[in-house]
């Protein structure tokens, strides 16, 4: 039975705008969104010290970080939460507008597009990429909210006073746990990059990006305490969840890239 009052769920258009038979989606838009503002983000970056990375390079960058994130979102997705379906299905995994994105995948596409860019451009690798995560918990943060309109990743049943009944979620009340992890990983984790930033912490490349690694694994396995398991895998040993598997690896890689970063002579600019 849900409580006597919960906070209606907001029932917003998951469409933003329609033009005849063709629809943007708020999901789209969000990753529209993510990407162009982390991209000026990561501009502004470029002109504070230690000016390791030039700002063309982050131009040319945009087109790649984008196939990385989109192709390796959905080949994620695929292998990691519902790989015997799409394997019966194989041509469903193109249908990217019926939903379906993991972070971890997106992630491992953006590391693989960052490696083969920063390669072919003679760039070092952990300086580039220490701007570009900075960047990311933009996208996080548009992306968790483009979940919460489209009613899905909802939370598990709680009695607490801001609980929601998804669509989709049954007559039960249900944390809004798109709301947590958008704070979590998106402001909060900003906030983290952003003081590192401002301490300097680029000085010795690979800090902030082991530090956005270790900082999302946490946010990450904490909103899973939150959030409801997807219903093709559910829970996991001891309770545990598919999205804070895939994300310990992420933790530890995260504190050994930042104490190597430590470790390390700081370069000289160029």
Same mark, same amino acid.
């Given at each position: 039975?849900?409580?006597?009052?919960?906070?209606?769920?907001?029932?917003?258009?998951? +469409?933003? !705008?329609?033009?005849?038979?063709?629809?943007?989606?708020?999901?789209?838009?969000?990753?529209?969104?993510?990407?162009?503002?982390?991209?000026?983000?990561?501009?502004?970056?470029?002109?504070?010290?230690?000016?390791? +990375?030039?700002?063309?390079?982050?131009?040319?960058?945009? +087109?790649?970080?984008?196939?990385?994130?989109?192709?390796?979102?959905?080949?994620?997705?695929?292998? #990691?939460?519902?790989?015997?379906?799409? #394997?019966?299905?194989? %041509?469903?995994?193109?249908?990217?507008?019926?939903?379906?994105?993991?972070?971890?995948?997106?992630?491992?596409?953006?590391?693989?597009?960052?490696?083969?860019?920063? =390669?072919?451009?003679?760039?070092?690798?952990?300086?580039?990429?220490?701007?570009?995560?900075?960047?990311?918990?933009?996208? %996080? %943060?548009?992306?968790?909210?483009?979940? #919460?309109?489209?009613?899905?990743?909802?939370?598990?049943?709680?009695? !607490?006073?801001?609980?929601?009944?998804?669509?989709?979620?049954?007559?039960?009340?249900?944390?809004?746990?798109?709301?947590?992890?958008?704070?979590?990983?998106?402001?909060?984790?900003?906030? %983290?990059?952003?003081?590192?930033?401002?301490?300097?912490?680029?000085?010795?490349?690979?800090?902030?990006?082991?530090? #956005?690694?270790?900082?999302?694994?946490?946010?990450?396995?904490?909103?899973?305490?939150?959030?409801?398991?997807?219903?093709?895998?559910?829970?996991?040993?001891?309770?545990?969840?598919?999205?804070?598997?895939?994300?310990?690896?992420?933790?530890?890689?995260? +504190?050994?890239?930042?104490?190597?970063?430590?470790?390390?002579? =700081?370069?000289?600019?160029?």
């Amino acid at each position: 039975m849900p409580p006597f009052f919960v906070i209606p769920f907001p029932a917003i258009d998951p +469409v933003a !705008v329609s033009l005849g038979p063709f629809a943007i989606r708020w999901y789209a838009l969000a990753y529209i969104v993510g990407l162009v503002v982390g991209w000026r983000y990561c501009l502004k970056l470029t002109a504070k010290p230690p000016h390791l +990375v030039q700002r063309r390079d982050i131009d040319d960058f945009l +087109v790649w970080a984008t196939l990385g994130v989109v192709l390796g979102g959905r080949i994620g997705y695929v292998l #990691f939460y519902n790989p015997g379906y799409y #394997f019966a299905h194989p %041509l469903q995994a193109l249908y990217v507008w019926h939903g379906g994105m993991s972070f971890h995948g997106g992630a491992l596409g953006v590391t693989i597009a960052i490696t083969l860019y920063c =390669r072919a451009r003679q760039i070092r690798l952990l300086a580039f990429s220490d701007i570009i995560t900075e960047a990311i918990p933009i996208g %996080l %943060l548009f992306g968790r909210i483009a979940n #919460f309109i489209n009613g899905e990743l909802y939370g598990r049943p709680s009695s !607490v006073p801001w609980a929601m009944i998804f669509p989709n979620g049954g007559p039960v009340a249900r944390h809004p746990s798109q709301l947590y992890e958008a704070f979590c990983e998106g402001i909060l984790l900003f906030l %983290l990059l952003f003081i590192a930033e401002r301490r300097g912490l680029r000085r010795w490349p690979g800090m902030e990006t082991g530090l #956005f690694l270790a900082g999302y694994a946490v946010a990450r396995m904490s909103g899973e305490l939150f959030r409801q398991p997807d219903p093709q895998l559910g829970y996991m040993i001891f309770g545990t969840t598919m999205g804070q598997w895939l994300s310990f690896p992420l933790l530890i890689a995260g +504190v050994m890239i930042m104490v190597w970063a430590r470790r390390t002579p =700081r370069p000289s600019p160029p």
